[in-house]
């Protein structure tokens, strides 16, 4: 809703989210902790939130939060502390009647130096100097551009990373006219709704709170999410691993900016636990599953075969991934499409996703509970079908494995009917489950055609010989067999025999293998010739074999080569030999 006047101002009742200081022993600058955010609307107040201070914190100081500090402690469902109801409903963009799981278009700004900030956590009523400290931290105070100040990208990360992980798009609203952030009695404020052009849906600011250790900022709840930091603290001085002390206190707090509440044990694993933690980098699982069910994830909204998320031309044996996506209730449908190209198989996988720990609520006195062991891969029974390129038939469907196991379909054959297939996915629960989703197209696997079997071969004594095979398919495999037998270590396309013995004569074929199967050639007959007295092994007997004989006359073949003239096998080449060869002659 875009408002017509400069000043809409809303009053509304509120409880604050602050972040203090936590330490082992309560030693100074440790990490810190973040009392529990407050809601827009009146909320019925029933607890005390639990503070931790510095060990020279004054003791009037600590009683005067005792009395004065109240966490806002309401319904809220698990497992990470959101009620579906406290997200966003209206922004300058979006106008009204946004509901669960709805993407959200949100603006932020930073407040001009000089813009009200009332005592919203008991500090003094005191202007933002949020601009100037980030100035004196990182450089810039010379840059009016707030947009090309050194520390501008490091806020703007916090944003694109929530966008990132969530249907929300985030605009920085470069104009802020620096209204007022009143606080006109207990727990009563005075904020102006975002406008567009005017200022933003959350507006960031920073005023001194406490100092160091205790509070470090504070935010209200949609929707009129506000921030304010504690700029006379000394922990944002930290600028390690790209100001991950800052980033991870702003992206807290924009957490209770989204509609979300504290949630437990304090075990550094979670972005929204009481304390601030370097123990991580940004919002983690159980933060994304609060953020998905209130707000969708990154492909919404995909409700309908008509918005499906195109993911492109599948390649062939390529996966196409994506990850940490989610349904995020019964009122959510996830639609993708893919252009599958002709003569392949689609297989498709719906893997549910989550981790298994320890999950709840703040205390009613601020501290925080042991938490109940939460498994976030079995909150709904995700089930996906195959549309056609009409839109309308289904061709396949998977709904087999139950809770927390991953569907799939395998191999789904295309055939000629290649183009543009939807994958549809529902989960069976008003829970949200997230999940990851792969989908990969593979040509069928043909069994191999052999299209020339091996020959047969009469060879000589001696001679060299080749069988060989044509095939055609995908990733051929060779095994040669003798009588039925694989040849150890034949594994080629041609079988080579040197120098073929009487021996190497028989049957012979080979096994031709791939993806799909296997296939066998014909049998090849091998015939190994020995002619007497064909001592060059060209299968004849002639005058060239006199000569080798008469080259060998009377030599002692145990002494020397004969070149197999030794006909008698005497080891001794003589008148014996000859005649033998003439008889070969048939002289």
């Known amino acids: 809703m875009i408002h017509k006047k400069q000043f809409n101002f809303n009053y509304i009742y509120v409880f604050v989210s602050i972040l203090f200081c936590v330490m082992v022993g309560c030693q100074r600058q440790a990490s810190k902790k973040v009392l529990t955010p407050f809601p827009l609307e009146i909320k019925t107040i029933t607890t005390r939130p639990a503070i931790c201070f510095a060990p020279d914190t004054p003791r009037e100081k600590m009683d005067q939060h005792a009395i004065n500090q109240l966490a806002n402690h309401f319904p809220v469902i698990g497992p990470f502390q959101f009620e579906d109801a406290d997200r966003w409903t209206t922004t300058a963009t979006n106008g009204a009647s946004l509901q669960q799981g709805d993407p959200t278009v949100i603006t932020w700004s930073i407040v001009p130096d000089g813009t009200g900030i009332g005592g919203f956590a008991d500090e003094s009523n005191s202007d933002s100097n949020l601009v100037a400290f980030l100035d004196g931290l ?12 050194p520390w501008f990208s490091i806020i703007q990360s916090v944003f694109d990373r929530w966008g990132a992980l969530t249907g929300n798009i985030y605009i920085y609203e470069a104009n802020d006219d620096g209204s007022n952030f009143k606080k006109v009695g207990p727990f009563k404020v005075q904020l102006p709704d975002g406008q567009l052009g005017v200022r933003g849906d959350v507006r960031i600011s920073g005023h001194y709170i406490d100092g160091n250790s205790g509070i470090l900022a504070y935010n209200f709840f949609p929707n009129l999410s506000d921030m304010v930091i504690d700029t006379g603290d000394n922990f944002f001085n930290d600028l390690a691993s790209n100001s991950l002390k800052l980033r991870n206190v702003i992206s807290h707090e924009h957490g209770h900016g989204l ?6 044990p304090v075990n550094q694993t979670k972005l929204m636990e009481p304390y601030a933690s370097t123990a991580f980098d940004g919002p983690q699982q159980d933060d994304i599953q609060a953020a998905q069910r209130g707000y969708g994830d990154l492909y919404e909204s995909n409700d309908t075969v008509n918005d499906a998320i195109d993911l492109g031309v599948l390649v062939n044996n390529v996966t196409v991934s994506l990850f940490d996506i989610s349904i995020d209730g019964t009122s959510d449908d996830d639609y993708f499409s893919v252009q599958v190209p002709v003569n392949t198989d689609l297989s498709v996988t719906v893997t549910p996703i989550g981790q298994n720990y320890l999950n709840g609520e703040q205390n ?10 939460f ?4 909150q709904s029974d995700l089930s996906f079908e195959i549309i056609a390129p009409d ?8 709904n087999n494995g139950g809770v927390g196991v991953a569907e799939m379909v395998t ?7 290649g183009g ?8 069976g629960s008003d829970l949200i489950q997230l999940y990851d989703l792969q989908i990969v197209a593979t040509t069928p696997c043909l069994l191999p055609v052999i299209l020339n079997d091996p020959n047969d071969v009469n060879v000589c004594l001696n001679n060299s010989i080749n069988l060989s095979v044509i095939a055609i398919g995908d990733t051929l495999t060779y095994q040669w067999q003798k009588g039925g037998v694989d ?3 034949e594994t080629n396309q041609t079988l080579s025999i040197v120098q073929a013995s009487i021996d190497n004569g028989g049957e012979y074929r080979v096994v031709v293998t791939n993806c799909a199967g296997s296939v066998v050639s014909s049998s090849a007959t091998l015939i190994v010739n020995a002619v007497v007295g064909d001592f060059d092994f060209n299968c004849d007997v002639d005058v060239l074999d006199f000569k080798i004989l008469i080259a060998n006359w009377l030599e002692d073949c145990t002494q020397t080569d004969c070149q197999n003239t030794d006909l008698s096998n005497d080891d001794f080449i003589d008148l014996r030999d000859f005649e033998m060869l003439n008889s070969a002659l048939g002289l």
């Open 138 to 149: 990182y450089g810039g105070a010379a840059q009016t551009d707030i947009a090309l100040k």
């Open 259 to 264: 509609g979300f509440s504290h949630v437990c």
């Open 364 to 373: 009613s006195d601020g501290s925080c509970a042991t938490g109940t062991s």
């Open 375 to 378: 498994n976030a891969q079995l």
């Open 391 to 398: 839109t309308t038939t289904v061709v396949a469907s998977a």
């Open 411 to 417: 191999n789904l054959s295309v055939s000629n009917n």
């Open 420 to 427: 543009q297939y939807y994958i549809h996915i529902t989960g």
């Open 487 to 489: 040849l150890i270590g």
